[in-house]
């Protein structure tokens, strides 16, 4: 039964290491990066690499939350910052109930190797 045991102290972590953030107000967790393909007809000259971070967020307050893309910071394995890829309809941008949660996205114009921590501005 070790394996057991180890196999949950594994799990705990890996869910752990998920929370973006908690308060008495919310929890943010990260749900999943991918890369992200398309790109806006307007763009002169679109970026070569897109990445898509979905997250949810739990709002445990019992006023309602704004939360958006912009509210997150983002970094690169070199340290320097991420910019944001706003020209995607389902950006992150909402109120949240209390009691409720949602899942929302971010785009950043950044390859998804390349992307090292995420950090919420409370």
């Not at 039964?1 to 953030?21: C, G, H, I, N, T």
């Not at 070569?48 to 967020?57: A, D, S």
Request: charged share 25%; with cysteine.
């Amino acid at each position: 039964m070790k394996w057991w045991s180890e196999f949950k102290q594994r799990k705990k972590f890996l869910r752990d290491y998920a929370v973006l953030y908690q308060s008495n107000e919310c929890r943010i967790t990260l749900k999943k990066i991918s890369s992200y393909r398309s790109r806006d007809s307007f763009e002169r000259t679109p970026p070569e690499h897109v990445t898509k971070i979905e997250i949810e967020i739990k709002n445990h307050s019992k006023s309602t939350l704004f939360v958006e893309y912009n509210d997150f910071s983002i970094f690169n394995k070199t340290g320097g910052s991420v910019t944001f890829y706003p020209y995607v309809s389902d950006s992150l941008g909402t109120m949240i109930e209390p009691g409720t949660s949602i899942t929302g996205n971010i785009y950043v114009v950044e390859d998804i190797q390349a992307i090292s921590s995420i950090y919420y501005k409370s």
